[in-house]
C-alpha cells in the first residue's frame, strides 16, 4: 500500500522560534492512522527539529534541497552526510523554485537524485509544467520529459525510496488551484508512465503528491482523487491551524 503523505514545505519562512512553535503545535495534532506528515524546513531548524521528531514516528523532517557534491570546496552547500548525520533521511529534489531561481538543470538534478540513492537518502521529486506548457497543452510531454530526464535511470527497487510530487507551476503560490480533475489527471499519467517505464507493481507503491495552492478547502476533494495520495503544501502549511486541517483531510 503506499503511503498518504501531507507534506508542508515551509520554503524560506519563519524564524527559530516561530518554527519550534509550529512543529510543537503541529506535533499535538491527531494524525489520521494511515497517514505520515513530511515537514520541509530551512537548514537551520534540520538539526533541532529531526531531534525532537525522533519521539514522533508518523512526522519526517525533510530537507528542501541537497547539494549533488558528496564533501568538499563548494561553499554554502549542504551534502548528503551531513543530512545523515543529523539524522534527517528525506530530502525535496528539483523544486521548481530550485529548478527556475537556481538554474537547477534536469541534469543536475539527475546527480542529485543518484547521489540521494546511493547514500541512503528517501526523497521528494518535484515535477511540473509553467503556464506556458499548459496553454499549450503540452504539459504531458512536459512532464515525461523532466522525468525521464532525471529519475528514470532508478532501477524498481529504487522506487521505495520515491515519493513524486507534480506541481504545476502556474498554481503555486497563486491561489489558483488546478482543479481535482487536472490533478487525476496528470497523477494518473504519471503512474502510466511508471507502469510502462518500470512494472504496475512499482506504479501502484509510488506515492504521487499534488502541489500547488492546496488549502483546508480544497484538500478533501484533491486528496480523494484515485491517484493523489497527498499534497506538499506551501503557503497553507505556515499556520497551525491550516495545516492540521490539510493533515486531517484524508478520506
Ligand atoms: P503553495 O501551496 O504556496 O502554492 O506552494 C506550493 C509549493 O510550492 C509546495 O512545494
Request: charged share 20%; proline share 3%; glycine share 6%.
Given at each position: 500500500m503506499r503511503k498518504?503523505?501531507?507534506a508542508?514545505n515551509w520554503?524560506m519562512?519563519?524564524e527559530?522560534?516561530?518554527?519550534?512553535q509550529?512543529?510543537?503545535?503541529i506535533?499535538?495534532?491527531?494524525?489520521p492512522?494511515?497517514v505520515?506528515v513530511?515537514?520541509a524546513?530551512p537548514?537551520?531548524?534540520l538539526a533541532?527539529l529531526?531531534?525532537?521528531?525522533?519521539?514522533?514516528?508518523?512526522?519526517?523532517?525533510v530537507?528542501?534541497?541537497?547539494?549533488q557534491?558528496?564533501?568538499g570546496?563548494?561553499?554554502?552547500?549542504?551534502?548528503y552526510?551531513m543530512?545523515r548525520s543529523?539524522g534527517?533521511?528525506?530530502?525535496?529534489?528539483g523544486?521548481?523554485e530550485?529548478?527556475s531561481?537556481f538554474?537547477e538543470s534536469n541534469?543536475?538534478?539527475?546527480?542529485?537524485v543518484?547521489?540521494?540513492?546511493?547514500e541512503g537518502?528517501?526523497?521528494?521529486?518535484?515535477c511540473?509544467?509553467?503556464?506556458?506548457?499548459?496553454?499549450k497543452k503540452?504539459?504531458?510531454a512536459y512532464?515525461?520529459?523532466?522525468?525521464?530526464?532525471?529519475l528514470?535511470?532508478?532501477?524498481?527497487?529504487?522506487f521505495?525510496?520515491?515519493?513524486?510530487?507534480y506541481e504545476?507551476?502556474w498554481?503555486?503560490?497563486t491561489?489558483?488551484?488546478?482543479?481535482a480533475?487536472e490533478?487525476?489527471?496528470?497523477?494518473?499519467?504519471i503512474?502510466?508512465?511508471?507502469?510502462?517505464k518500470?512494472n504496475k507493481?512499482?506504479a501502484?507503491q509510488v506515492s504521487?503528491l499534488?502541489g500547488?495552492?492546496?488549502?483546508p478547502?480544497?484538500?478533501?476533494?484533491l486528496f480523494s482523487q484515485?491517484?493523489v495520495d497527498?499534497?506538499l503544501?506551501?503557503?497553507?502549511?505556515?499556520?497551525a491551524?491550516?495545516?492540521?486541517?490539510?493533515?486531517?483531510?484524508?478520506?
Amino acid at each position: 500500500m503506499r503511503k498518504k503523505i501531507a507534506a508542508a514545505n515551509w520554503k524560506m519562512n519563519l524564524e527559530a522560534e516561530e518554527a519550534r512553535q509550529l512543529y510543537y503545535d503541529i506535533s499535538n495534532v491527531k494524525i489520521p492512522k494511515n497517514v505520515t506528515v513530511f515537514l520541509a524546513v530551512p537548514f537551520p531548524y534540520l538539526a533541532s527539529l529531526s531531534l525532537l521528531a525522533k519521539s514522533q514516528p508518523r512526522i519526517s523532517i525533510v530537507a528542501q534541497n541537497v547539494s549533488q557534491h558528496t564533501s568538499g570546496a563548494y561553499t554554502g552547500e549542504v551534502s548528503y552526510p551531513m543530512l545523515r548525520s543529523i539524522g534527517v533521511n528525506w530530502c525535496v529534489i528539483g523544486h521548481s523554485e530550485r529548478r527556475s531561481i537556481f538554474q537547477e538543470s534536469n541534469e543536475i538534478l539527475k546527480d542529485k537524485v543518484n547521489l540521494g540513492l546511493k547514500e541512503g537518502s528517501n526523497l521528494v521529486f518535484c515535477c511540473g509544467e509553467p503556464l506556458s506548457i499548459r496553454k499549450k497543452k503540452t504539459h504531458k510531454a512536459y512532464v515525461e520529459n523532466q522525468l525521464t530526464a532525471s529519475l528514470w535511470q532508478l532501477s524498481a527497487s529504487d522506487f521505495d525510496k520515491v515519493v513524486i510530487a507534480y506541481e504545476p507551476i502556474w498554481a503555486i503560490g497563486t491561489g489558483v488551484t488546478a482543479s481535482a480533475a487536472e490533478a487525476q489527471e496528470m497523477h494518473q499519467y504519471i503512474r502510466l508512465l511508471i507502469s510502462q517505464k518500470y512494472n504496475k507493481k512499482v506504479a501502484d507503491q509510488v506515492s504521487i503528491l499534488y502541489g500547488g495552492s492546496v488549502k483546508p478547502a480544497n484538500a478533501k476533494e484533491l486528496f480523494s482523487q484515485a491517484d493523489v495520495d497527498g499534497g506538499l503544501v506551501g503557503g497553507a502549511s505556515l499556520k497551525a491551524a491550516s495545516f492540521s486541517q490539510i493533515i486531517k483531510s484524508f478520506g
